[in-house]
């Protein structure tokens, strides 16, 4: 079974640029979470929708904007990149809203020049 | 504020060592204890999880953890680690909501 996949997996962007994640989650998984993890951090959470509705929101600023699709595919949009954004950008799924384990993709790259 | 404090950044163990990592966690109501690793190159699964029951929980691989509600803590263990558990391990917290809170992890080397 294919896990959560994650695109694109590495990219560099300039500051002022904007950049689109993409997640697709495990097959049967209503639920993703985005997650950023600086370097030498534990990951910190972002978003998370279930059912195509965001259901939670971590402290960051309104750059960051997420979507889900019908098809519980996710997208994490950031604008007016800014250095501290470089970062490792995750991706997890989950059954439910509330289920226990997350699901991780192996995330997306992100460097800021 | 809620938060994950894991003690030990690096550890360096020779193989068959025992091996205890620390977490303790601030967090209000009941909580859902996980334990993440992270192997190089591959990205984040579960070693193990506690919602609730018996406070000593069994993982893959042969780690355990055990919750001690007085001491807001949920240490992992293994009685004799092997070259292929060098990775970083990251304790998270969750109070059945959508956030899940992460320690900044442990990474664990084990020499052969």
């Known amino acids: 079974d294919a896990g959560v996949t994650q695109s694109p997996t590495h990219l560099i962007k300039t500051r002022g640029q904007h950049v689109t994640l993409r997640c697709s989650p495990i097959s049967g998984h209503k639920s993703v979470s985005w997650y950023q993890q600086v370097l030498g951090q534990g990951p910190q959470f972002i978003f998370q929708?279930?059912?195509?509705?965001?259901?939670g929101r971590g402290n960051f600023p309104d750059r960051f904007s997420a979507r889900q699709f019908p098809n519980y595919s996710s997208e994490l949009n950031v604008n007016a990149l800014l250095l501290g954004d470089s970062a490792l950008y995750l991706c997890?799924?989950?059954?439910?809203?509330?289920?226990?384990?997350?699901?991780f993709g192996e995330g997306s790259r992100l460097t800021v020049l | 504020a809620q938060s994950v404090s894991q003690h030990n950044h690096h550890v360096i163990l020779s193989e068959a060592a025992s091996l205890e990592l620390g977490c303790n966690y601030s967090y209000g109501g009941t909580v859902n204890l996980f334990w993440y690793v992270q192997y190089p190159g591959q990205h984040l699964q579960l070693l193990l999880k506690y919602f609730s029951g018996d406070p000593l929980v069994k993982g893959i691989k042969g780690f355990e953890a055990e919750f001690i509600k007085s001491k807001f803590s949920f240490n992992l263990r293994k009685p004799s680690v092997q070259w292929s558990d060098t990775a970083e391990y990251f304790c998270a917290v969750n109070g059945g909501t959508y956030k899940y809170i992460f320690g900044t992890g442990t990474r664990l080397k084990v020499l052969a």
């Open positions: 929708y279930y059912e195509k509705e965001e259901r």
């Open positions: 997890a799924s989950s059954l439910g809203l509330y289920t226990g384990e997350l699901f």
